[in-house]
């Protein structure tokens, strides 16, 4: 169930401020399937309900609120089910998602380098929505590993034995 949209035709969605990887998966899931043209509010936590009520913003991976973690499962886990995206890929994304956003590194091997990665971009920006920009591509990247080159491998020396 998408939520409505504004006067211009978008989504307007709000969470806390300082994104780490769940908080930055669900916008780049909002805008890649559901609304490109999606707008993400980042808030002091203490005001995201009214942000949310002053711009008719949706709250998001914020406790008590519909688009939040389900037991184990994380916020993006959320959407991908209410949004019924059936993806091979995005599910295989959930998991890297799921195990770098809940301290469960062991779920699959990439989610220790996602969440090393998903630190590093918030270290680099101090303005959430360039965080949020610069991660998109991050998060594109994985996903194209999810579709298309799982069984992939990189290996050196090319052809033999290392000397």
């Not at 990887?21 to 999606?38: H, K, S």
């Not at 008719?56 to 973690?69: K, L, M, R, T, Y």
């Not at 380098?113 to 994985?142: I, K, P, T, V």
Request: with cysteine.
């Amino acid at each position: 169930a998408i939520p409505p949209r504004n006067e211009k035709g978008r989504t307007v969605w709000v969470t806390r401020s300082r994104p780490k990887v769940d908080r930055i998966a669900c916008p780049w899931l909002i805008r890649r399937f559901v609304d490109p043209d999606a707008v993400f509010l980042f808030v002091d936590p203490a005001e995201v309900h009214l942000v949310a009520d002053r711009f008719a913003a949706v709250p998001f991976d914020i406790e008590g609120v519909f688009w939040s973690h389900r037991g184990e499962r994380c916020t993006f886990d959320t959407m991908i089910e209410e949004f019924g995206l059936r993806i091979e890929a995005l599910d295989r994304l959930a998991l890297v998602v799921r195990g770098a956003d809940t301290a469960r590194l062991d779920l699959v091997p990439q989610a220790a380098g996602f969440l090393a990665a998903s630190l590093g971009l918030s270290r680099m920006f101090r303005d959430d929505l360039e965080q949020l920009e610069a991660s998109m591509l991050l998060y594109d990247a994985f996903f194209r590993w999810c579709r298309d080159a799982t069984d992939e491998t990189h290996n050196w020396p090319a052809g033999g034995k290392a000397q």
